[in-house]
T-cell receptor, first 111, second 111 residues
Framework: DVKVTQSSRYLVKRTGEKVFLECVQD?????MFWYRQDPGLGLRLIYF???????EKGDIPEGYSVSREKKERFSLILESASTNQTSMYLC??????????FGPGTRLTVT | QQPVQSPQAVILREGEDAVINCSSS?????VHWYRQKHGEAPVFLMI?????EQKGHDKISASFNEKKQQSSLYLTASQLSYSGTYFC????????????FGGGTRVLVKP
């Protein structure tokens, strides 16, 4: 079974803190994705990576950066967390044009 | 721009049918459907490709109208396990990397 794991299920951070969310997949997928999920807005793509050290902005990249140093690991970084970044963050992996496998999500609260 | 899903929510009795629509303003190459149960990760249902090819779930059917840039997901003889939020994701490129998801349709199937 494909497994996508995320470092934390729940995270509480203070405004201005630097936040790291990590995602690991075990299926050797080229593509990895970070989404945020908010009620009524569905899944919005923050960044994706199609290879090690390669990344592209998604639809809402402002306030976020990413890192992919190894094929299996994709990190989302909030340089200075703000309250409007309180959300559910979902990581996914997949091969181009094919289904995406999602992790369980990290519910981040910024106070 | 996100595709538009309708309805936003639907309540069904077991055994009833429902249709979920997904409309885009862009020319599409493929439409992907996912279902997310409460507290869980989204799970892949199917992909519909321009030209008529489909891959995915054998108990759920869907259609893709390339001229209208619209896809419909058909929940036939619904079961309790069909409850959840359904998302469509659209891709404008063949074997592309980036899906744009709709806002979701919440489905509740009651006994």
């Amino acid at each position: 079974d494909v497994k996508v794991t995320q470092s934390s299920r729940y995270l509480v951070k203070r405004t201005g803190e630097k936040v790291f969310l990590e995602c690991v997949q075990d299926m050797d997928h080229e593509n990895m994705f970070w989404y945020r999920q908010d009620p009524g807005l569905g899944l919005r793509l923050i960044y994706f990576s199609y290879d090690v050290k390669m990344k592209e902005k998604g639809d809402i990249p402002e306030g976020y950066s990413v890192s992919r140093e190894k094929k299996e690991r994709f990190s989302l970084i909030l340089e200075s967390a703000s309250t409007n970044q309180t959300s559910m963050y979902l990581c996914a992996s997949g091969t181009p044009g094919d289904e995406q496998y999602f992790g369980p999500g990290t519910r981040l609260t910024v106070t | 721009q996100q595709p538009v899903q309708s309805p936003q929510a639907v309540i069904l009795r077991e055994g009833e049918d429902a249709v979920i629509n997904c409309s885009s303003s862009k020319a599409l190459y493929s439409v992907h459907w996912y279902r997310q149960k409460h507290g869980e990760a989204p799970v892949f249902l199917m992909i519909l490709l321009k030209g008529g090819e489909q891959k995915g779930h054998d108990k759920i059917s869907a259609s893709f109208n390339e001229k209208k840039q619209q896809s419909s997901l058909y929940l036939t003889a619904s079961q309790l396990s069909y409850s959840g939020t359904y998302f469509c994701g659209t891709d404008v490129k063949a074997a592309g990397n980036k899906l744009t998801f709709g806002g979701g349709t919440r489905v509740l199937v009651k006994p």
